[in-house]
């Protein structure tokens, strides 16, 4: 039957949430479960699409990343894949009508880590929509479940917590994607002088995106706001480590929360969560 291989397809979009980050799986556990796969099928995609940009050294990436591409608008639009992250994908584009504008998007920034190194304004902008905020509301789709106004709402601080999220994540591998892939995507920032008042401006940059966010996430449903409240907290926890760092300590090493902080942020935030004040 066909549904043993829809289960079995998301299953594998789940297992590489789960192998590649803890904290997003842990975060998706706290979604309803009407929701959970869905979430899981869209992390798989985004996930696999950044590994050949990022890691798939020595094989041809543009080869890979346009191959990708096509099978991806194929599988949404035949509703089928061999592929079992693209057809975990498609059933979760075609279930809830997920605009394929948004899938362009982040195929665009995707193929941007292909042909440049550096970041403009512009660009920066342009590629934190497609790579973090169209995630973001691929999965306010989903969380919305097809109340257009409500999604219409929600659009802006589903936006503003992808970005967050994103630059939060440039912030903390900044080292690792200058020395290995030759990347800096802080426009105007020179990793081998990277200033206190740089810092200062990016992370004041950052903060907004969460205090907007965060607005937002009391609004979300109740199927999806716990979930996506220990999301932001596990990363708001990330950023304030960061932000007592000195640039040079970024540029030395890669910050990380330990697991007793991240048990202690879903301790906190289940408790908030049953007295109604997230």
């Given at each position: 039957m066909i549904s043993r291989f829809h289960e079995t397809s998301q299953r594998c979009s789940k297992i590489i949430t789960e192998n590649y980050s803890t904290s997003f799986a842990s975060s998706i556990k706290l979604l309803h479960k009407s929701i959970r796969a869905d979430i899981h099928n869209i992390y798989g995609f985004v996930r696999f699409a950044d590994e050949i940009v990022d890691s798939f050294h020595g094989y041809n990436k543009e080869e890979l990343l346009s191959s990708f591409q096509t099978e991806t608008y194929k599988a949404i639009k035949e509703k089928i894949s061999l592929n079992p992250v693209l057809h975990s994908f498609q059933l979760t584009v075609n279930k809830y009508n997920i605009p394929l504008h948004?899938?362009?998007?982040?195929?665009?920034?995707?193929?941007?880590?292909?042909?440049?190194?550096?970041?403009?304004?512009?660009?920066?902008k342009e590629y934190i929509y497609g790579s973090a905020e169209t995630v973001g509301l691929m999965c306010l789709y989903i969380f919305c479940?097809?109340?257009?106004?409500?999604?219409?709402?929600?659009?802006?601080?589903?936006?503003?917590?992808g970005a967050a999220f994103q630059k939060v994540n440039f912030l903390r591998d900044m080292k690792a994607d200058y020395e290995q892939l030759d990347r800096m995507y802080f426009p105007n920032c020179n990793f081998r002088n990277f200033t206190l008042e740089e810092k200062y401006h990016i992370q004041n940059d950052i903060q907004k995106d969460f205090d907007h966010a965060y607005k937002g996430i009391a609004q979300l449903p109740p199927r999806a706001r716990l979930g996506v409240y220990v999301a932001y907290k596990y990363y708001l926890s990330l950023f304030k480590k960061i932000k007592r760092l000195q640039p040079k300590s970024i540029l030395e090493k890669r910050v990380r929360i330990p697991d007793y902080g991240k048990v202690l942020i879903l301790a906190k935030a289940g408790l908030r969560n049953q007295l109604n004040i997230l």
């Open positions: 948004l899938v362009d998007s982040f195929f665009k920034s995707m193929q941007y880590d292909l042909i440049c190194n550096y970041c403009d304004e512009s660009t920066y479940n097809g109340d257009e106004n409500l999604y219409n709402n929600l659009k802006s601080y589903a936006k503003s917590l």
